[in-house]
C-alpha cells in the first residue's frame, strides 16, 4: 500500500526557517517524482514544487511565489522528500501535502504551518 | 501560467441525480509528447484530495465508474452519473502539461 506522511510542520515567526519532510512506503520511491502542494484555511490548493527522479536528473520546479525561498530535495536510500523553507511569510500558512509524481496520484494527510509573530 | 476555470462553484445536488464540472484552460493543455495532462480530484470534507480521473477520462485505481471524464483542448467536464452521499466534496480540475502546475478554484458538491 502507498503511503506517504508528512511531517515537520508547526508554529514558526515570520522570516523563519522550517524543513518538512515526507516519508515514503509500498513503492520505490526513486523511481518517481514527488510534489509538494499547499492549501490555505478555507482556500484552493495552490502547487508549490516538484522534483524530478534520479533519473530525469533529480531536477528541480517552483512556482514563482516560493521561488528562491524554498527548496526540495530528496534522498532515495530513506524514501524522503524534503521541502525547506526560508524566509518565511504569513501568506505561507497553509496545510502543506505531499504527492506522488507529476499526476498527484497520492496524497499524504498535510502538515500544517502556521507562520505568524 | 494556465489559468484553469471552473464552473459552476457550487453544485447542489440531488442525490441518485447526475452532476457535472466544467473546466476551461486559458490555453490548450495537449503537450508536445501527444498527451494532455488534464486531471480531476475530489477533496471530502476534513480529507485530503485524491485523485479520481488523470489524462481526461482514465479513472484512478479505485475510483467507482459513476465517475467519467471527457473533453479535448481547452474545455472539459467531469460527470457524476448518480450523485452518492460520499461523493460531497470539492472537485478540482488540474493541469500538468505546463509548469507551472495549476488548479482550478474548486466546485463545491453538496446534497439538496
Known amino acids: ?117 | 501560467d494556465i489559468v484553469m476555470t471552473q464552473t459552476p462553484l457550487s453544485s447542489p445536488v440531488t442525490l441518485g441525480q447526475p452532476a457535472s464540472i466544467s473546466c476551461r484552460s486559458s490555453q490548450s493543455l495537449v503537450h508536445s509528447d501527444g498527451n494532455t495532462y488534464l486531471s480531476w480530484l475530489q477533496q471530502r470534507p476534513g480529507q485530503p484530495p485524491r485523485l479520481l480521473i488523470y489524462k481526461i477520462s482514465n479513472r484512478f485505481s479505485g475510483v467507482p465508474d459513476r465517475f467519467s471524464g471527457s473533453g479535448a483542448g481547452t474545455d472539459f467536464t467531469l460527470k457524476i452519473s448518480r450523485v452518492e452521499a460520499e461523493d460531497v466534496g470539492v472537485y478540482y480540475c488540474t493541469q500538468a502539461t505546463q509548469f507551472p502546475r495549476t488548479f482550478g478554484q474548486g466546485t463545491k458538491v453538496e446534497i439538496k
Open chain 1, 1 to 117: 500500500e502507498v503511503q506517504l506522511v508528512e511531517s515537520g510542520g508547526g508554529l514558526v515567526q515570520p522570516g523563519r526557517s522550517l524543513r518538512l519532510s515526507c516519508t515514503a512506503s509500498g513503492f520505490t520511491f526513486g523511481d518517481y517524482a514527488m510534489s509538494w502542494v499547499r492549501q490555505a484555511p478555507g482556500k484552493g490548493l495552490e502547487w508549490v514544487g516538484f522534483i524530478r527522479s534520479k533519473a530525469y536528473g533529480g531536477t528541480t520546479e517552483y512556482a514563482a511565489s516560493v521561488k528562491g525561498r524554498f527548496t526540495i530535495s530528496r534522498d532515495d536510500s530513506k524514501s524522503i522528500a524534503y521541502l525547506q523553507m526560508n524566509s518565511l511569510k504569513t501568506e505561507d500558512t497553509a496545510v502543506y501535502y505531499c504527492t506522488r509524481g507529476s499526476s498527484l496520484n497520492y496524497w499524504g494527510q498535510g502538515t500544517l504551518v502556521t507562520v505568524s509573530s
